[in-house]
Each structure stands twice: as C-alpha cells, then as structure tokens.
C-alpha cells in the first residue's frame, strides 16, 4: 500500500456495496440513468461481449452491476432474477431527498410501482418498485425522526 492510499476508497468506507446481477447491463444501467438519476463511474466490457463490470452511483449510494450472461459472471454462478424464476431474495434501499418526484420519474421510465409513495410507521415516506431487470428498490425519504418507543407503539396500532 502506497502512503497516499486508502486501505478503504471513501466510497466503500460505510456501506456494504450491492452487486446486482442482470441480462442486460447496458440496458439496465440506462434504465437506472433514466428512472432514478443515476450515474455511471465506469465500466469495463467483459472479452467476450457484454459488461463484466460496471459502477454506478444513484443519489450517495454505489451500485455495482454486470451481466449474468458472461462467460466470467456464468463460472461463478451468478444469476440475474429473470434466471431465478423472476424472484430475488435481495431488496435495495435507497435514501432520496423527494421519494415522489423519483416515483413518477421511474414509473415514467419503465419501473412497476409495488407500494405507491406512502408515510410509513418509521418516520421515511416510501416507495417499492421493480425495476425492468427484475430487482426490488425501496426508495425513501426522511420526513420524522422516530423514538424506539414509538416506533414499538405505532407497530402495535399498525399490527
């Protein structure tokens, strides 16, 4: 390690980065450039076609993604949810400063509303999409901050 490295890039330092796998990156990447603001970092083509790589950020979050269907991403058995039957066992969560404008932006471009933009019991207003890919994303913005024991009581008014 040189002395003007990081051990951890500051982009990595607080996050467990999702590494999310589809059939179509590119289209995949131009969907979330399209719905959620998306931007590309970089990318790097897999030899035999295809992305093997590639990094986006979307609002403070990166996101790393690949196509499923490269002979690398295929000897590591990884699977896009269209491979898995249309399921995934993932779900992304994602901060935003205005979760209604992002709503209509994604829907707009392709993503399947699941719960519309609602005031939940945590204090964050929230939407759940499907993206085009197959991948679940809750998007959610901060509107009140909530005690433990509130959040205790309105889960028992809610259950």
Do not use: C
């Amino acid at each position: 390690m040189t002395e003007n490295s990081a051990e951890i890039p500051d982009r990595y330092r607080y996050a467990v980065i999702p590494h999310i796998m589809v059939d179509d990156a590119a289209s995949a990447i131009d969907f979330y450039r399209r719905a959620f603001g998306a931007r590309e970092d970089f990318r790097v083509d897999a030899p035999g076609g295809g992305i093997l790589h590639a990094e986006i950020t979307v609002g403070r979050s990166a996101l790393m993604l690949g196509d499923a269907s490269t002979d690398e991403a295929e000897a590591a058995s990884f699977a896009s949810p269209a491979a898995l039957g249309g399921g995934t066992s993932v779900t992304l969560h994602v901060f935003v400063p205005d979760v209604d404008a992002l709503a209509a932006r994604a829907e707009a471009a392709g993503a399947e509303i699941l719960q519309p933009p609602t005031d939940m019991f945590h204090g964050d207003r929230t939407v759940v999409l499907k993206d085009p890919a197959g991948h679940i994303w809750v998007f959610l913005t901060h509107v009140e901050d909530v005690s433990e024991e509130e959040l205790r009581r309105r889960l028992t008014v809610v259950g």
